[in-house]
């Protein structure tokens, strides 16, 4: 068996109707043997002398006898015990052998089956037990009988680094012999992943390497069982050279035949191939499109422009350059779902317990989304303003709109529009060029399966634009109503009717989204949530999510409120949950690590616990100070991840009534700042100014975090309040915050983000805010248990607030201010 095929060819033979009652002796690692199924082995064996052919323990083969003493000796074995010394000649001599003739070494083997031929040849499949050597031969006649010795296995039970080292290697050098020789089965894969005892492993490798005949005896001969190994990866080695130099050859030879004959010798091997394959043929492809094409619900027009296609494509060469591009373009037409739709489940109350499941708090929100699937339900079409869910990030805008696919029972599908450029992102690339595809939209239908998918276009405030069009343009044919019944992509060249699609957008910013674009949409604010709300979340959905992730069980550990309510304040700053998701995982992982390790952790985690996970907090929790200083004023403010607090602070030194503005501010706070001033120069009278301190005193405005850049007009009434503060040395109410943009006749004037601003204060410990009157609808749609600790002073004039927030107390140590005297106006008498 000098081809590695050849153990294949022998595998074959299971597929014989007489095989099917072959009974195998399992053959295991600890001696190769199985006394219990086969009795005790006697010291005299009767020998059969075969040639071309190495047995090895626990192998499978079969043996073809055709010389008269080896026949009846099998017979005569098969009727018996079935037990026969299998010794391999020396020459490939075919008179009978002699026992000079014959190796010392050789392999017990038990007869499974035996087959008498046609023509009287005997064929027998015989496995391999175990090794034995001659000592002496009692007789010849009428066949071989020895007396012998057997050799136990010497293959550790228990490998070292080393030897799973060698036996890995073995296996990998295997392994990368099928990969090159083609002529392998790929069987033969699944009998090496099958193979589990090493010894058996060393044997089945042995005995279908390419190797000479004496050289496969010589490692039957190799008694210890890591020496074989060892000797056995010296031939695969060799082998696996062998077949890359083969190869190399090959490919350079190829590489010299005349470019037009190798092409025409592989478009016929490729016809070949296809057909043993039973791969389609170009015609065949054609017709699966035709058919195909038949059960489209599409329109006429679509159909007439489909067949046109398919003619073009089948007068084309299949060897062209143009034919993929053709059939790439048929095959998406065929592929698009048209008039395939998905079944709506229209159960509200099903959706809204959807809703409720996946995301905590967000009651209006839900409400909103519970509306706008009961008209749909009502109406039956999608002629509606597209919902744009609009709020800081993490607070679970885009996993809404899988909620809403979830509870409908439609497919989902997700549109990353941050940072997109390119207008033939949305409408795709004229196909003639080269490299072109259809444009985001169509690519998402296609992958969806359905013609009425829940589409997030996420991000939709991030679209740029440059030189290669406006995106967010393109984006407004997909969105309204009234065109996208017909939209147009340039790849695809013929209509496709969008309008049942559900287009759900998110955005952070409302501001950098195309006019045009957000007139189409409902903006629908998702604010931030409360710490009661952030605790909730995190013990139902975040810790429970990363225990799974990290492979832990749920009863492993608990985190009580006060440790999550610790890492919110001291080590996320934000409206959402995305970053105490983060630092939740963090603990997670500290806990899994010392599981894994057999080290103690706590198995409920306390806000202490949590600095010794974590280290120390991130953050300082933003809260009110005092007013212990004059003009010192706390505002509130709207950022990108929510709201925050922000401190006002005035400063008097003496000079000649200079301005400064410091903290990074842009230029409607600085704006607001001199209206706020010039304000209380008109009005100084009232609140007891001193008119002199404007020009002999220098006023000093700062806003801290001078890092961050800051600008907005809710600062106004702020501003004035920190002034006059510092103008009259008065305290400022304790506890209190504002917002709210001023005038120069004194006019407080309503701002955006109350939400977010009043969850800010309430982070801070405030417990009263001054806003303007008409933000008193902003206060009333947000849920009583976000307010119900706080207290609200709404105004229309500056002069209420400076009422409201200024105490008649002055601050200790208040500034006593000191002006030089006026110069006296000269004058000269006429003489």
Sequence with gaps: MNNPNDLFKHLQLSEMSDFENIELIPIGSEGMDNDDKMGVLSDQLPILPIRNIVLF??????????????????????????????????????????PDDLYKIGT????????????????????GRKRFEVSEY?????????????????????????????????????????????????????????????????????????????????????????????????HMLKDIQHLELKREIQSKASSDIDQQQRDYYIRQQIKVLQEELGVESPEQELDGLRAKGAKKKWSKEVNDFFQKELSKLQRTNSMSGEYPMLMNYVELIADLPWGEFTKDNFDLVKAKKVLDADHFGLEKVKERIIEYLAVLKMKGDMKAPILCLYGPPGVGKTSLGRSIAKALGRKYVRMALGGLRDEAEIRGHRKTYVGAMPGKVIQSIKKAGSSNPVFI????????????????????????????????????????????????????????????????????????????????????????????????????????????????????????????????????????????????????????????????????????????????????????????ILFI??????????????????????????????????????????????????????????????????????????????????????????????????????????????????????????????????????????ISDLSFHYVDDAKEVLALALLKEQVKNPVKFVFQAEPIASSSAAL
């Design 138 to 234: 009692i007789k010849t006649e009428p066949n071989l009988l020895a007396r012998v010795s057997y050799i136990e296995d010497t293959f550790p039970k228990k490998l070292n680094k080393e030897n799973k080292a060698l036996v890995s290697t073995l296996k990998e050098c295997a392994l990368k012999i099928l990969n090159l020789n083609p002529e392998i089965p790929r069987e033969a894969q699944i009998a090496l992943d099958n193979i589990e005892s090493s010894a058996f492993l060393v044997h089945f490798l042995s005995s279908n390497i390419n190797a000479e005949l004496k050289e496969k005896q010589a490692l039957l001969e190799t008694l210890d069982g890591i020496e074989q190994a060892t000797h056995l990866l010296e």
């Design 108 to 127: 017990v083997a038990h007869i499974v089956k035996m087959f008498v031929l046609p023509g009287g040849n005997t064929t027998i499949i015989v496995q």
């Design 457 to 644: 276009l996420d991000e939709i405030d991030k679209v740029g634009s440059d030189h290669r069009g406006d995106p967010s343009s393109a984006l407004l044919e997909v969105l309204d109503p009234e065109q996208n019944s017909s939209f147009m992509d340039n790849y695809l060249e013929c209509d496709y009717d969008l309008s049942r699609v559900m287009f759900i957008a998110t955005a952070n910013n409302l501001d950098t989204i195309h006019p045009a674009l957000r007139d189409r949409m409902e903006i629908i604010e998702v604010s931030g949530y409360t710490m009661e709300e952030k605790v909730q979340i995190a013990k139902k959905h975040l810790l429970p999510k990363q225990k799974k992730e990290h492979g832990l069980e749920k009863a492993e550990f608990a985190m009580n409120d006060g440790a999550i309510q610790k890492v919110i304040e001291g080590y996320t700053r934000e409206s959402g949950v995305r970053k105490l998701e983060q630092e939740i995982g963090r603990v997670v992982r500290k806990i899994t690590k010392s599981i894994a390790m057999d080290q103690d952790y706590p198995h409920k985690i306390t806000a202490t616990d949590v600095v010794k996970l974590l280290g120390q907090e991130h953050f300082d929790k933003d809260t009110y100070e005092n007013n212990e200083y004059a003009g010192v004023v706390t505002g509130l403010a709207w950022t990108p991840v929510g709201g925050d």
């Design 649 to 786: 602070e005035t400063l008097l030194n003496r000079g000649k009534g200079v301005l400064t503005l410091s903290g990074q501010l842009g230029d409607v706070m600085k704006e607001s700042a001199m209206a706020a001033l010039s304000f209380l120069k008109a009005h100084s009278d009232e609140y007891g100014i001193d008119y002199r301190i404007f020009d002999q005193y220098n006023l000093h405005i700062h806003v801290p975090a001078g890092a961050v850049p800051k600008d907005g007009p809710s600062a106004g009434i702020t501003m004035l309040t920190a002034i006059a503060s510092a103008l009259t040395q008065r305290k400022v109410k304790s506890k209190l915050a504002m917002t709210g943009e001023i005038t120069l006749r004194g006019k407080v004037l309503p701002v955006g983000g109350i939400k977010e601003k009043i969850l800010a204060a309430k982070r801070a410990g405030i417990r009263e805010i001054i806003m303007c009157s008409k933000n008193r609808k902003d206060v009333e749609e947000i849920e009583a248990h976000y």
């Design 57 to 98: 323990p626990g192998m499978v083969i079969p043996i073809t006898v055709s010389r008269q003493k080896s026949v009846r000796l099998v017979k005569k074995a098969y009727k018996g015990d079935r037990t026969i010394g299998v010794l391999v000649q020396a020459n490939n001599s075919k008179d009978e052998p002699t």
